[in-house]
């Protein structure tokens, strides 16, 4: 940000009343306040813009990679089905002894 000392403060001040004048310094200054404060209201605005941005791709990350996870899961699970049934249909397609005899 700006660093601006004591000493600097009071060399513009001094400088503002020998320009300005004492009688609209006070104007002056109210309109100073009123659009610094306006800058920071913008500023601040922005940021919590850009926060809530990266908090919304962050979170969007996050379903994705919960969503690729819950994919894989299933994917297992259906192959691991699918396995059971071919060893069990395996199973019941083989002769047994009582069929050889």
């Not at 996870?69 to 060893?87: A, F, G, P, R």
């Amino acid at each position: 940000m700006v660093d601006i000392s004591f000493w600097e403060l009071i060399v513009i001040a001094l400088v503002a009343l020998l320009v300005i004048g004492p009688e609209r310094l006070p104007a002056v200054a109210r309109t100073l306040g009123h659009w610094v404060g306006k800058g920071r209201a913008f500023v601040n605005s922005v940021k919590t813009d850009i926060d809530n941005e990266l908090r919304l791709k962050q979170l969007q990350d996050i379903m994705q990679t919960n969503e690729r996870n819950d994919l894989h899961q299933i994917l297992e699970e259906t192959k691991d089905t699918v396995q059971e049934s071919l060893n069990l249909s395996r199973l019941m397609d083989k002769p047994s002894d009582k069929d050889k005899a």
